[in-house]
């Protein structure tokens, strides 16, 4: 990591710095212990009666793309569709970057690619359904993920309270408004506020160093003593 060069500090710094400390000093006293002074400030440093401290900052490093995806891979996540009501037509994409944002209000987030061809339509509509996949449904998690019409096609689904579908056999079922939506580098950043949510059975669906994982689920007893 490389850092600025740092001037030295001149001689009229120094004596600048002194004359503050006894400045303040001399308030302090003049003020009573009930007065406070603050502190004096200098281009470069913050002075106070015991330190000055110089800035300098690091620049910023060069990251490999490559290594980023595989450091970032190691990050497990579950896995989840997110769909919604287009004109009558059911749109929806897989989506692997979700989480929970605020418990009061309630808000969670995602992060669609802005190479998406299904996420407009659903900000458009400006409601949509998180279907939390189950460990069952990784052809749909492969399905999803690809741009194509009809994806929808033999899939059963039923509308949630904002009509968004939810996928039957999912996990859990998240309805959401779109609150904000900001632009973060090659994806968006969604806040959306969850108005209703339901957990269905099974084991979730996972996403680990680019390849979909299940969960083995908690160790017996049996197999922990073993271990």
Not at 8 to 28: F, K, N, V
């Amino acid at each position: 990591m490389t850092l600025e060069t740092l001037q030295p500090i001149s001689p009229a710094i120094i004596e600048a710095e002194r004359a503050a400390r006894d400045e303040l000093a001399g308030a302090r006293v003049r003020g009573g212990a009930g007065r406070w002074a603050p502190p004096v400030w200098l281009e470069g440093f913050g002075v106070s009666a015991a330190e000055h401290l110089p800035t300098h900052r690091a620049s910023a490093p060069v990251v490999d793309r490559e290594q980023f995806k595989s450091v970032l891979g190691h990050f497990a996540s579950g896995v989840v569709v997110i769909s919604a009501l287009d004109d009558e037509e059911p749109v929806g994409f897989t989506c692997q970057s979700l989480f929970a944002l605020s418990l009061d209000p309630p808000l969670i987030a995602i992060a669609p690619s802005r190479a998406s061809t299904s996420w407009p339509r659903i900000e458009r509509v400006g409601h949509f359904c998180v279907n939390v996949l189950s460990d069952d449904q990784e052809p749909l998690a492969r399905s999803f993920a690809i741009s194509r019409p009809g994806k929808f096609a033999g899939v059963e689904w039923a509308p949630g309270t904002n009509g968004a579908p939810r996928i039957v056999g999912a996990l859990a079922w998240i309805d959401c408004s779109i609150e904000q939506c900001h632009e973060a580098g090659d994806h968006h950043l969604v806040v959306a506020r969850v108005h209703d949510l339901e957990a269905g059975e099974g084991l979730p669906l996972l996403f680990y160093r680019a390849a979909f994982e299940t969960f083995a689920g908690p160790a017996t007893a049996s197999e922990a003593t073993s271990a």
